[in-house]
């Protein structure tokens, strides 16, 4: 008889053992309660290999770039709470489902959060979104707000704050110090690198 494992086993990031798995696929141990990563899925390896290849032509890198943006910005919306709720199907019967608690918007930080924007939109109908411009101030070279619009009842909503890479934090930090700190019910949707996680835990 064969060895050769049966076709299910070659499927997903178990089929190998820890050392035989490309490096992308292996997620660094994040020990901090703040910070929560996508789960390192097939899909989400080959999305991400689409757009690191140089090779990959314009559209393509659009496209999947937005992807990978609606898996964020949906694994963001796992962690809003919900509440219960039971409904009556049209057949009669009950469900007992779930439902958002409150209002949600979106904040982008201009300029590279307005990427993310449509992501959301696609997630959550008719939402609503902000936007805060930070930049360097080139006196003290610190994050410095330069504009915002937010939504009037933002105080009463959940906020997800969109931005596609987190970097150092600096330029999260400041917005939330600056415009968004009467608020505690805020979510980040972004795109971090490993060796910044321990920026996110004391910047969060």
């Known amino acids: ?50 757009i690191r290849n140089k090779n990959t032509e314009r559209a393509d890198f659009i496209f999947y770039s937005n992807r990978i943006i609606r898996l964020l910005v949906e694994e963001g919306l796992n962690h809003l709470p919900v509440i219960a709720q039971t409904i009556t199907t049209p057949v009669g019967r009950t469900y007992d489902g ?9 904040v982008s930080i201009m300029r590279a959060g307005e990427a993310m924007e449509q992501g959301l ?28 619009k937010l939504p009037e009842d933002i105080a009463d909503r959940w906020v997800l704050l969109l931005d596609p890479m987190f970097a150092t934090g600096e330029l999260y930090q400041a917005s939330v110090v600056n415009d968004l700190q009467s608020i505690d019910r805020y979510t980040n949707c972004s795109c971090i690198m490993q060796e910044d996680l321990p920026s996110w835990q004391y910047k969060c």
């Open 1 to 50: 008889m064969s060895d050769r494992p049966a076709p299910t086993q070659r499927i997903g990031p178990s089929h190998r053992s820890t050392g035989e798995k490309p490096s992308a696929t292996l997620s660094a141990g994040v020990t901090f309660d703040n910070v929560c990563i996508l789960p390192q899925t097939p899909q989400l390896i080959a999305l991400l290999s689409m």
């Open 98 to 106: 779930l439902m958002f608690q409150g209002k949600i918007c979106g």
């Open 121 to 148: 939109r696609d997630c959550c109908r008719s939402v609503r979104i902000g936007k805060i411009l930070i930049q360097r101030d080139e006196d003290t070279a610190q994050p410095k707000l330069f504009y915002d």
